[in-house]
Nanobody
Framework: VQLVESGGGLVQAGGSLRLSCAAS????????MGWYRQVPGNERELVAA???????HYADSVKGRFTISRDNDKNTVYLQMNSLKSEDTARYYC?????????????????WGQGTQVTVSS
């Protein structure tokens, strides 16, 4: 297993959750890591990404509410989600991201994890 996402759950609107993604070193060490989300029937979208040096990128829809970070010693990337809205309800995944690519490109990566479900009740 190369990617394991955790931390999702059911939360009321306005609440917070912290997602974690543990990655194998071979994926983590050389890549920008991103959090993506997908709602059934929709394309998977990039939510946030962080470079190995800590530079972050956010989708407009989550700016000011979500914070991405990474622990390079633990090969783990986090997504702190505050002020959650019902439209944040989705399954969240982590994966690499080729910085600046749109639509988001994961390069040669093609082994998505199971993801973690986030459900925000209004």
């Amino acid at each position: 297993v190369q990617l394991v996402e955790s931390g999702g759950g059911l939360v009321q609107a306005g609440g917070s959750l912290r997602l974690s993604c543990a990655a194998s070193g071979s994926i983590f060490s050389v890549n920008v890591m991103g959090w993506y989300r997908q709602v059934p029937g929709n394309e998977r979208e990039l939510v946030a990404a962080v470079s190995s040096g800590g530079s972050a990128h956010y989708a407009d829809s989550v700016k000011g509410r979500f914070t991405i970070s990474r622990d390079n010693d633990k090969n783990t990337v986090y997504l702190q989600m505050n002020s959650l809205k019902s439209e944040d309800t989705a399954r969240y995944y982590c994966a690499p991201w080729l910085w600046g690519s749109n639509p988001p490109d994961q390069g040669a990566f093609d082994h998505w994890g199971q993801g973690t479900q986030v459900t925000v009740s209004s």
